[in-house]
Every structure is written in C-alpha cells, then in structure tokens.
C-alpha cells in the first residue's frame, strides 16, 4: 500500500513540475504537422516502404478534470507509393507513362493524458481509434512537354479499401507563449483487415507502423493561472 500511495505522489509531481502552474481554463490548440511513416513487421514490411506525409489535428483540454486530459480529433495522409515508369509506344512513338500512386488517409478520434496549463514543457501520452482508406491508383498517361494541360490520362485502375484502426502515442510540446506550441512525439500504429497494399489477390494483412511526427499548434480559447 505504501509503495502504491509513493508511486501515485511521484507521478503527481512529475506532471506538476512539467506542467506547473496549471491552468484553470487551458487553452485548446490547432495542430498542422508533418509526419515520417514506417513499416514494421512482415505485413507492413513486404508491401510497403517508408514514406513522408502530414496532417492536421484539434487538442481540447477538460478543465473538469484539472485540464489533465484533452480529447483529440484528427486526420493525416501519408503518400506510400508515387512512381512512374516511362516507355515508348512502338506504333505511334509517343512517349507514355504509367503512373503510380499509393495512399494511406486516417481519421482518428481519441484523447491524450498530461498537463495542459501554462507550463513550457507538457509531456503526454495518448490512444486514438481510426478509419483507415487506403487508395491506389495507376493512370497511363501521354505527356504534352509543351502544355501539360493538353496531357492525354486515363485511368487504368484504382482500388479503396478502408479498414479499422488504432495507435498509441508518446508525445511532449513546448508551449510558447500558451498561444503556440512546438511538438513532437512517435505513434505506433495499428491496422486491422485491409487488403495487401501493393498486391493483387484477396489476402488480409494487418499491417503496423511507426510515425514520427513533428508539428506546430496555435492555441484558441482562454487561459487562466490558478491562484
């Protein structure tokens, strides 16, 4: 007992030392941030690569519970697969293209747990569920190096398939001014029952990933110190 009531005091003053004063009425913030998505493990790994993508995200702290907890909403788009490959129709001698491009959209809702006042540094930790679309499309192109609003494209094929999601996240923002916060953290992710992302074939996977994001937030709302 006694080293469960020790345990619960040290947490306490972490979250009071990084977060102190809290506020009585923290502000919510609008994110815009860039993230940097990996494969792991052998789903994610065979059919996809590391890719670049970003996203925008709302964080609204309750100050019913001391503003130690934020619900979160959010979406990010992540380009997995963007290739083209060029070649020469025989008969006319027009250079074609086809064009290749793979995409991964996440809506996710959740919240996030840590101090949300006026302190400079809040770490946090946080868990989200999401719709997850996956989109590949693949349009044989001939080029007009003249005007490419002249360009000849169709569209050979293109496939959506959604699925359910889920991630942890592991974060710390520092806040400027309470009106803009600099953040950054990694998320691992989850993805259950979709489609092999870059194969043919009727084969489930359940891939994971791992993003490292970077982003900026810009504070609305009031904020008040306690005491």
Same mark, same amino acid.
């Given at each position: 007992?006694? +080293?469960?009531? !020790?345990?619960?005091?040290?947490?306490?003053?972490?979250?009071?030392?990084?977060?102190?004063?809290?506020?009585?009425?923290?502000?919510? *913030?609008?994110?815009?941030?860039?993230? $940097?998505? =990996?494969? +792991?493990?052998?789903?994610?790994?065979?059919?996809?690569?590391?890719?670049?993508?970003?996203?925008?995200? @709302?964080?609204?702290?309750?100050?019913?519970?001391?503003?130690?907890?934020?619900?979160?909403?959010? &979406?990010?788009?992540?380009?997995?697969?963007?290739?083209?490959?060029?070649?020469?129709?025989?008969?006319?001698?027009?250079?074609?293209?086809?064009?290749?491009?793979?995409?991964?959209? $996440?809506?996710?809702?959740?919240?996030? #747990?840590?101090?949300?006042?006026?302190?400079?540094?809040?770490?946090? @930790?946080?868990?989200?569920?999401?719709?997850?679309?996956?989109? /590949?499309?693949?349009?044989?192109?001939?080029?007009?190096? !003249?005007?490419?609003?002249?360009? /000849?494209?169709?569209?050979?094929?293109?496939? =959506?398939?959604?699925?359910?999601?889920?991630?942890? =996240?592991?974060?710390?923002? &520092?806040?400027?001014?309470?009106? @803009?916060?600099?953040?950054?953290?990694?998320?691992?992710? *989850?993805?259950?029952?979709?489609?092999?992302?870059?194969?043919?074939?009727?084969? $489930?996977?359940?891939?994971?990933? &791992?993003? #490292?994001?970077?982003?900026?937030?810009?504070?609305?709302?009031?904020? *008040? $110190? @306690?005491?």
């Amino acid at each position: 007992m006694r +080293t469960v009531r !020790a345990w619960k005091q040290g947490l306490l003053c972490v979250i009071l030392i990084a977060g102190f004063p809290l506020a009585a009425n923290a502000a919510g *913030k609008v994110q815009v941030y860039g993230v $940097r998505m =990996t494969p +792991t493990g052998q789903d994610a790994s065979r059919f996809s690569r590391p890719s670049w993508g970003g996203g925008v995200a @709302v964080i609204a702290p309750l100050r019913q519970v001391h503003n130690l907890f934020a619900g979160t909403l959010g &979406f990010d788009v992540v380009n997995m697969l963007s290739q083209t490959t060029g070649f020469q129709d025989e008969q006319t001698g027009l250079r074609v293209e086809q064009q290749t491009n793979q995409n991964y959209y $996440r809506i996710y809702l959740g919240g996030r #747990i840590g101090p949300h006042g006026r302190g400079l540094v809040r770490p946090h @930790v946080g868990t989200n569920i999401a719709l997850v679309v996956y989109n /590949i499309s693949t349009d044989v192109v001939v080029p007009d190096d !003249a005007n490419r609003e002249n360009e /000849i494209r169709q569209n050979l094929r293109s496939r =959506t398939e959604a699925g359910f999601g889920w991630d942890l =996240t592991l974060g710390t923002d &520092f806040n400027i001014h309470n009106t @803009v916060a600099l953040e950054g953290g990694v998320r691992f992710l *989850k993805t259950f029952g979709v489609p092999q992302q870059l194969g043919a074939g009727s084969m $489930r996977v359940e891939p994971a990933y &791992f993003q #490292i994001y970077l982003g900026l937030g810009l504070g609305f709302g009031a904020a *008040k $110190r @306690v005491g």
